[in-house]
C-alpha cells in the first residue's frame, strides 16, 4: 500500500466511526494495522474537501468490486466437503488451501522481533527456518538480528535451501506455537523459502550482518551464494525506492540505458520514473521507448544491473534508501 493510499485509508477510517473502523481493521495485515494506525494518529486539521475527495474515491471503487471471491476458502471447505464427504475431501483441501489452519503461526506477525527470537531461538535451526519464511522479510531480518552468527548463518542457509512446507510437518509445527500463542488469521499463499526468499530477508539486513551471512553460504555451495546476491535487489525493486531517491538515481543514470532497461520494466516503475521527471523529460522518454522497437532480454538485463550497480552504491554512499535497507535519513 502506497503512502498515498494510506493516508487515505487513515482518513477513511476515523470518519465512519470506531466499531466499523474495528471490524474493517480485523481483516487486514499487521504491517498494514500499525501504518494505519500511525497515519491515523498524525491527522490533524482536515478539511470538509479532502474528507469528501476521500469517500468520493472510495465510492467509485466500492462499486466497481463484486463479491465473488470473498471467503473463498471457507466456500471451498464446505462445498468440497458436502461433494465428497468429510474423509476424501480433507486431503485435497489441504493441498489446496496449503494446510489449513496456521492460526499459531500467523499470531507471530503481530510480535515483535524480540520476542519472537526469544520464544524460538531454543528450537532446532530447522525448525526455526520453517517459522521464520512465514513472517514479512523485514520482521523475518530483525529476529534473526537477535540471533549468535552461528545460528543466524545456519538458519539463512536453510531458508535458502527450503523447497516448501508439507502441510502434515505445517500442522504440526502450528500446533506447538498454538498452544503458547493466540490468534486466529488464515494462511493467504503457499508458503516457500529458497535463493529469493532469503534473497528478500537479507535485504532488510544491514552490511555487516550481510556480508557475514553471504560468506558463510558462499562457504557451503558457491553458485547458491551467488544466486541470492543477484536476486537481493532487483530492477522492479526500485518502484520501492522514495521519489527523491529515483531523483537522485535519474542524475547518475544515462538516458540511453535507462531506456532500454525500461523495455523489461513494470508499467509501474515506468510511470515512477516518468512522474519523477520534468513533463518534458517524461514525454521525450516515452516517445523514445515507443521508438526503440524490440530489444534482446540480454540487453535490457545488462543495462538494468548497470543501473542497479549504481543504486547500491549510491545506497552504500547514504545518498538513497533501499526498500528494505532500515530507517537511515539522507544524508
Known amino acids: ?79 468440497l466437503t458436502r461433494a465428497l ?13 496449503h494446510g489449513g489452519d496456521t492460526s499459531g503461526i500467523e499470531s507471530l506477525k503481530w510480535m515483535d522481533a524480540a520476542s519472537i527470537a526469544e520464544l524460538i531461538g531454543g528450537e532446532h535451526p530447522q525448525i526455526i527456518a520453517t517459522i521464520l519464511v ?73 552490511g555487516a550482518l550481510e556480508a557475514s551471512v553471504i560468506e558463510a553460504v558462499r562457504g557451503y555451495d558457491q553458485d547458491l551464494a551467488q544466486k541470492i546476491i543477484d536476486e537481493m535487489f532487483v530492477f522492479d525493486n526500485l518502484i520501492e525506492i522514495d521519489d527523491r531517491g529515483i531523483q537522485l538515481m535519474l542524475r547518475e543514470v544515462q538516458s540511453e540505458s535507462l531506456i532500454v532497461a525500461l523495455k523489461g520494466a513494470s508499467p509501474e516503475l515506468r510511470e515512477k520514473v516518468f512522474k519523477n521527471m520534468s513533463q518534458r523529460a517524461a514525454e521525450m522518454m516515452r516517445e523514445d521507448l515507443d521508438a526503440k522497437g524490440p530489444v534482446k532480454l540480454s540487453e535490457v538485463e545488462a543495462e538494468q544491473k548497470e543501473i542497479l550497480k549504481i543504486v547500491r552504491r549510491m545506497a552504500d554512499e547514504g545518498q538513497i534508501v533501499l526498500g528494505g535497507k532500515g530507517d537511515d535519513a539522507y544524508v
Do not use: W
Open 85 to 97: 464427504g468429510d474423509d476424501k475431501a480433507a486431503g485435497l483441501i489441504d493441498r489446496i488451501l
Open 1 to 79: 500500500m502506497s503512502d498515498d493510499g494510506i493516508n487515505k485509508s487513515a482518513i477513511l477510517l476515523m470518519t465512519i466511526g470506531e466499531n466499523e473502523a474495528a471490524e474493517v481493521l480485523k481483516h487486514l495485515e499487521p504491517k498494514e494495522v500499525q501504518k494505519i494506525s500511525a497515519a491515523m494518529v498524525g491527522l490533524k486539521g482536515l478539511s470538509r474537501d479532502k474528507i469528501a475527495q476521500v469517500f468520493q474515491e472510495f465510492h467509485h471503487m466500492a462499486s466497481k468490486k463484486t463479491t465473488v471471491g470473498l471467503d473463498s476458502s471457507d466456500y471451498i471447505r464446505k462445498m
Open 134 to 206: 512465514h513472517l514479512e522479510p523485514d520482521l523475518c531480518a530483525g529476529v534473526l538480528g537477535f540471533f549468535t552468527e552461528r545460528i543466524r548463518n545456519d538458519v539463512l542457509l536453510r531458508i535458502a535451501t527450503l523447497d516448501g512446507v508439507q502441510p502434515v510437518a505445517l500442522r504440526e509445527l502450528n500446533d506447538v506455537l498454538t498452544k503458547l500463542l493466540t490468534g486466529n488469521a488464515a494462511a493467504k499463499k503457499r508458503i516457500k523459502g529458497g535463493s529469493r526468499a532469503a534473497a528478500e530477508i537479507l535485504n532488510f539486513m544491514g
